[in-house]
């Protein structure tokens, strides 16, 4: 997973910070493009390139007077089929992640689906829906 924690800040120095977190790793960040090649970076690092899934935390912080103070948790999508290298109960593992997750009182769940998937068939939103009938 990965917890995005944008903070804002009116009065600094700077445009934008951040700074990326895994075990015992702590990069700050000069530019935004650096983002992406550093999450890719810390995913191979923890759960192997294109191998797996872990439940270790990768934690990205902004600090910007362009965001709002807001914490996010992004979570992986939910694998039907094993590929490559990946243990054959992914789909399992994946689920089981995710409901550590969503089943926390304080947490607001946002499932995103594309817009050319049937959302009654979807089961990201049926896992969200036993968890929180009335949301």
């Not at 995005?4 to 910070?17: G, N, V």
């Not at 977190?21 to 650096?34: G, H, I, M």
């Not at 872990?54 to 990205?60: D, K, P, R």
């Amino acid at each position: 997973p990965l917890v995005l924690k944008l903070k804002k800040q009116l009065q600094c120095e700077f445009t934008w910070r951040g700074k990326i977190s895994y075990r015992n790793v702590e990069l700050q960040l000069q530019d935004p493009s650096q983002v992406e090649r550093e999450i890719h970076k810390a995913q191979n690092i923890i759960a192997g390139t294109g191998i797996g899934i872990s439940h270790e935390l990768i934690t990205l912080e902004i600090t910007s007077a362009e965001v709002p103070d807001l914490t996010l948790i992004d979570l992986p999508g939910i694998a039907r089929v094993a590929v490559g290298n990946q243990p054959q109960d992914i789909g399992v593992q994946i689920k089981a992640l995710i409901k550590k997750y969503i089943q926390r009182q304080e947490t607001i769940n946002l499932v995103v689906v594309p817009c050319n998937v049937d959302i009654a068939t979807t089961e990201a939103l049926s896992m969200a829906h036993e968890v929180d009938p009335e949301g």
